[in-house]
């Protein structure tokens, strides 16, 4: 008989057991594999916002997480567009662009998206990430507020830095993930908030929760909302990075009512739920070794004992304990191999689906992972499969034979 025939055959011996073993390595890759693809990518979204957000300094309400700013989730918490004017006429010190922004969710294709109302000129020299696209040029130096235009050289050249300087009040600017949901290109038209808006660009990917929103004109996107003269946050880009803590303390004072954070306050809150993750990740590991690897070594060690007389027989009839040794062997890797595979495919199909819902980015499938999720899983069932199957190997045919 051949040596495949053998281990299909002791792979379906004890069923019930065997079905048991492999859920819990399935569940365990599973969840490893879909926490470290959403982790991963939270930690890359984590470091394209600090690059591209501009700002060093944020203006919040008070009741505003740092959580809920990084995933725009505060439709509901409003602060005065007033408080624009108090930092404008006000005499603190290194404060060089001022950008305000008005968050309304809207659903596009089932979907659900930011309608985000900004002040075109100050967002536009907030936006590293759009400079490299050449939307608009990126002031240099401190201080420096004024965006360069470019000389037009065509009509579109002309339009776009129209847009910049004006945005009309039916006039968006959309996200890449929003016009690929909704096949929206510049010139084409939408229906937001029941009015028709017309698209004058399509923002570059940049990778960033930019990629999910659209933008249109702060004051558009008030009176649509018929939340009047107020926006969600405030974003500061202080005159140089050193000054940006100095800062805080001067906006506290002038705006005591309001919440007063810097950048690198919402990036650590993002980074620690990031480890948090890691080690929730660390622990389920542990679990798959510990739980996963016993039960498949006590699995092993009945199956061993059940069929002893049939090793028994088969040795008897000229195998040798190598073949034996390797029938066992290759049942524990074909279980670790199904169950790496199952929970990578699993795990992955988790981490796209839910991870953008979760987390507030887009997860996309981590190839790495299968050989990582098939290594774990082979190895721990092979680990724990290798005694038994030596003492399946060593059993002697005619004590197997002697007992009762």
């Excluded at 990036?267 to 996963?292: D, E, P």
């Excluded at 030596?390 to 197997?400: C, E, G, I, N, S």
Aim: hydrophobic residues 50%; charged residues 20%; glycine residues 10%.
């Amino acid at each position: 008989m051949k040596l495949r025939t053998l281990v299909w055959r002791e792979l379906f011996e004890r069923k019930s057991q065997m079905l048991t073993c492999f859920l819990a390595i399935l569940l365990g890759i599973t969840t490893v594999v879909a926490i470290k693809n959403v982790t991963h990518y939270s930690e890359m979204a984590v470091a394209r916002e600090m690059d591209s957000l501009g700002a060093n300094v944020l203006v919040l309400p008070k009741s505003v997480t740092l959580q809920d700013y990084y995933s725009a989730d505060m439709h509901d918490e409003v602060i005065p567009e007033e408080y624009v004017m108090r930092l404008t006429m006000s005499d603190i010190q290194g404060v060089d662009n001022l950008s305000p922004k008005l968050h309304v969710p809207v659903e596009i294709g089932g979907r659900n998206f930011a309608f985000t109302g900004i002040l075109p000129k100050s967002e536009f020299q907030a936006k590293a990430a759009w400079a490299g696209a050449g939307i608009f040029s990126r002031p240099i130096g401190c201080g420096a507020v004024d965006v360069g235009e470019p000389e037009p050289e065509d009509k579109r050249t002309l339009v776009r830095n129209r847009v910049i300087k004006d945005l009309g009040s039916h006039e968006i600017l959309v996200g890449s993930d929003v016009a690929a949901v909704e096949g929206a290109s510049e010139g084409d038209s939408m229906t937001l908030m029941g009015e028709p808006f017309s698209v004058v660009a399509v923002l570059p990917e940049t990778g960033t929760v930019d990629d999910s929103r659209i933008f249109g004109h702060l004051h558009t996107v008030q009176e649509l909302s018929g939340k009047g003269e107020v926006v969600n946050c405030i974003e500061i880009v202080g005159c140089c990075k050193e000054i940006a803590a100095g800062l805080v303390d001067g906006v506290n004072k002038l705006l005591p009512e309001a919440k007063v954070v810097t950048v690198k306050q919402v990036v650590a809150t993002q980074q620690n739920v990031n480890n948090m993750m890691g080690r929730l990740s660390v622990i389920f590991l542990v679990i798959i070794v510990v739980v996963g690897g016993a039960g498949i070594a006590n699995y092993m060690y009945a199956n061993v004992f059940e069929r002893r007389r049939e090793i028994g027989t088969l040795m008897a009839l000229g195998a040798e304990s190598g073949l034996v040794l390797r029938i066992f062997l290759l049942k524990a890797l074909l279980l670790g191999l199904l169950g790496g595979i199952g929970g990578f495919a699993i795990g992955t199909t988790l981490a796209v689906t839910l991870g953008p819902r979760l987390a507030g980015v887009p997860v996309l499938p981590m190839p790495v992972l299968a050989l990582w999720a098939v290594g774990i899983s082979a190895g721990i069932t092979l680990a724990a499969s290798f005694f038994p199957a030596r003492r399946a190997a060593r059993l002697d045919p005619v004590a197997t034979f002697q007992e009762v």
